[in-house]
């Protein structure tokens, strides 16, 4: 069973800084990967999909990098700012069962803290 | 823009009652997820659906149901609720094409 790891767990850090956050998952054979945002009490917002035959994306101040064959990927964030306050987690799509049926594995989260 | 919308973003119920939480979304789309995150546990796969009166189990099924009667509405059942189903429960669905998963805003259940 897929398993998917994000580090750190909690991140604070001074307005402006740029910040890398981790997520590894165990089994490389992916579909895709996909980075969200959750602020608190509320859902979740795409940020990010990663497809499997990509290395990165970007959007805005935001870069998502993709090394499936050791299964890792990071999510950079650019000149931070307080608005980027938020739970960022990571998840990857199986390929077992094609491209909408796959399942989507979580991990648990980076709750990233950014202070002005 | 896609919309994922549920019909309650919080909700008490007592135990032993029935609760339905609804799922909406309004692009069509064919699959369907159900979701609840607890703290330290993470998101858990409740059901999903791939078309209509379709479901399958996901990773913790025992508690619920799922009805799926038109395209665009899906629906979780609690048969009787029991207080370890107090929960964030989110719901999401995939378009036809992309493969990106939209979010609804999320339920707050409490059950007393």
């Known amino acids: 069973k897929q398993e998917v790891t994000q580090i750190p767990a909690a991140l604070s850090v001074p307005e402006g800084e740029n910040l890398v956050l981790n997520c590894s998952f165990t089994?490389?054979?992916?579909?895709?990967l996909q980075w969200f945002r959750q602020d608190p009490g509320k859902g979740l917002t795409s940020l990010l999909l990663?497809?499997?035959?990509?290395r990165e994306q970007t959007s805005g101040r935001l870069n998502a990098s993709l090394d499936k064959s050791s299964g890792r990927s990071t999510l950079y964030i650019a000149a931070s700012q307080p608005g980027d306050s938020a739970t960022y987690l990571c998840?990857?799509?199986?390929?077992?069962?094609?491209?909408?049926?796959?399942?989507?594995?979580f991990g648990r989260g980076t709750q990233l803290t950014v202070w002005p | 823009d896609v919309k994922v919308t549920q019909s309650s973003r919080y909700l008490v119920k007592r135990t032993g009652e029935k609760v339905f939480l609804e799922c909406v979304q309004d692009?069509?789309?064919?699959?369907m997820f159900w979701y609840r995150q607890d703290p330290g546990l993470g998101l858990r796969l409740i059901y999903f659906s791939y078309d209509v009166k379709m479901k399958e189990k996901g990773d913790i099924p025992e508690g619920y149901s799922v009805s799926r009667e038109k395209k665009e509405r899906f629906s979780l059942i609690l048969e009787s609720a029991s207080t370890n189903q107090t929960s964030m429960y989110l719901c999401a669905s995939i378009p036809g094409t992309s493969n990106e998963q939209f979010f609804g805003p999320g339920t707050r259940l409490t059950v007393l």
């Open positions: 998840a990857v799509r199986d390929s077992d069962r094609g491209s909408t049926l796959g399942r989507l594995y």
């Open positions: 990663i497809q499997s035959s990509q």
């Open positions: 089994d490389s054979a992916i579909y895709n």
């Open positions: 692009m069509d789309h064919e699959n």
